[in-house]
């Protein structure tokens, strides 16, 4: 079974620092690109970060630039948001989901890849309050 | 960054009828855009990719279209079970931004 939880959710002061981790099972998880997504209380959904398979690239809304840090262990089927600075807006249910790239053939041909996010985990909570 | 915007901001309408979500991209996406379900704040579950394609699992009332910088996403003949929010997200450029979101409510 496909499975992502994430987990290191709590309450925070503005300023400080958490860690949100993600455990994935059931599938390659070094074959995979790697997402995390949030939702603050009763907003839309909104796109943190990515990760590309080995770790080597990775890419952020600019809300998260230079305050968040996206890595990976693959050794440990593991993916992390390291979150410092972290401000009131910063309060949300925090997703990991699997990054898929599919390439959809019709005959003879086949297009580029295409991303999607199409497994996801429960999320966990992060609260930024003083 | 490219802007993802969605109307209606919300929909009432009936078991049975057929409704269309509309999602536009500030520049062109091609067609690389994601529809996402989300029920009562639960993990949001994938619907379609690359603007058409039904992901496993999804009934055929649901379909996708589009290109460019303008995308559908209809559902004919409503259940009880499609009530619900739903997202778009370009996956062309990252920050692979989402629509606001459609709220689908029981009329």
């Known amino acids: 079974e496909v499975k992502l939880v994430e987990s290191g959710g709590g309450l925070v002061q503005p300023g400080g620092s958490l860690r949100v981790s993600c455990e994935v099972s059931g599938f390659p998880f070094r074959s995979y690109w790697m997402s995390w997504v949030r939702q603050a209380p009763g907003q839309g959904l909104e796109w943190v970060a990515n990760i590309n398979k080995d770790g080597s690239e990775t890419y952020y809304v600019d809300s998260a630039k230079g305050r968040f840090t996206i890595s990976r262990d693959n050794a440990q089927n593991s993916l992390f948001l390291q979150m410092s600075s972290l401000r009131v807006e910063d309060t949300a249910v925090y997703y990991c989901?699997?990054?898929?790239?599919?390439?959809?053939?019709?005959?003879?041909?086949?297009?580029?890849?295409?991303?999607?996010?199409?497994?996801w985990g429960e999320g966990t909570t992060v609260t930024v309050s003083s | 960054d490219i802007q993802m915007t969605q109307s209606p901001s919300s929909l009432s309408a009936s078991i049975g009828d057929r409704v269309t979500i509309t999602c536009r991209a500030s520049q062109s996406i091609n067609n690389h855009l994601n529809w996402y379900q989300q029920k009562s704040r639960k993990a949001p579950k994938l619907l379609v990719s690359a603007a058409s394609n039904l992901e496993d699992g999804v009934p055929s009332r649901f379909s996708g279209g589009g290109s460019g910088t303008h995308f559908t996403l209809t559902i004919n003949s409503l259940q009880p079970e499609d009530f619900a929010t739903y997202y778009c997200q370009q996956s062309s450029v990252s920050p692979r931004t989402f629509g606001p979101g459609t709220k689908l409510e029981i009329k």
């Open positions: 989901a699997r990054d898929r790239a599919k390439m959809y053939c019709n005959g003879t041909s086949c297009s580029s890849l295409y991303y999607s996010l199409d497994v």
